[in-house]
């Protein structure tokens, strides 16, 4: 675990929920980003990416970090700036509306990189990569800021590059709660958290 910092990205501009910061988005009276903070193990370093509304996350008791760049060059300018930031050999990086996650996501990725050898593992479930999901080794960061010069923005583009491999957890029951892209999904989520799912 001390090898390890845990990076939450909220540094989106939240467009397909109509612009709001996602991660202060409130849940059942906590925000997203508390949510994830809360469900982490102890031990891990965290540290919070954020483009706007800085001091509400710094209120958090988190360092937060923001993007090399002004101008919202999507998820993976997020992970360059916690790749840059992390002082661990170890990146897990995850969305802050990444609600509910398995238990065991942390040391399930860890085993798969090191038994496989990789710098880049990411959670799948069902054959849907959940890429901001993910753990990365820190070494990544050069060979990130070069791609994204170079226009890249999609992050499974980027995974294919480096030869990142996915991590099966189709078996978590009740499935986990990934990620919220629209109003509906945020009120089925609020549904499913005050029923104990």
């Not at 991660?23 to 102890?42: F, K, T, Y």
């Not at 060059?73 to 916690?82: H, K, N, V």
């Not at 080794?137 to 170079?150: F, K, M, T, V």
Request: with cysteine; proline share 8%; net charge neutral.
């Amino acid at each position: 675990m001390e090898n390890v910092t845990v990076a939450i990205l909220a540094g989106g501009q939240g467009r397909r929920l109509g612009g709001v910061d996602k991660g202060l988005i409130p849940v059942l009276g906590r925000s997203l980003v508390e949510r994830v903070l809360q469900a982490l193990p102890d031990g891990p370093a965290r540290l919070i990416v954020a483009n706007r509304n800085l001091r509400a996350y710094q209120a958090l008791g988190v360092p937060v970090a923001s993007d090399p760049w002004p101008d919202f060059r999507g998820p993976l300018a997020g992970i360059l700036a916690a790749l840059r930031t992390a002082s661990t050999p170890w990146v897990l990086i995850l969305p802050c509306d990444a609600v509910t996650l398995p238990d065991d996501l942390l040391p399930r990725l860890m085993i798969q990189a090191k038994l496989q050898g990789l710098r880049a593992v990411y959670a799948e479930a069902h054959g849907q990569g959940q890429y901001l999901c993910c753990l990365l080794n820190r070494d990544l960061e050069s060979g990130l800021a070069e791609a994204l010069e170079h226009g890249e923005r999609a992050p499974r583009r980027w995974f294919a590059t480096i030869g990142a491999r996915p991590v099966d957890f189709s078996d978590v029951q009740p499935e986990p709660l990934w990620s919220l892209n629209n109003p509906a999904e945020v009120a089925d989520a609020c549904a499913r958290l005050s029923r104990g799912d």
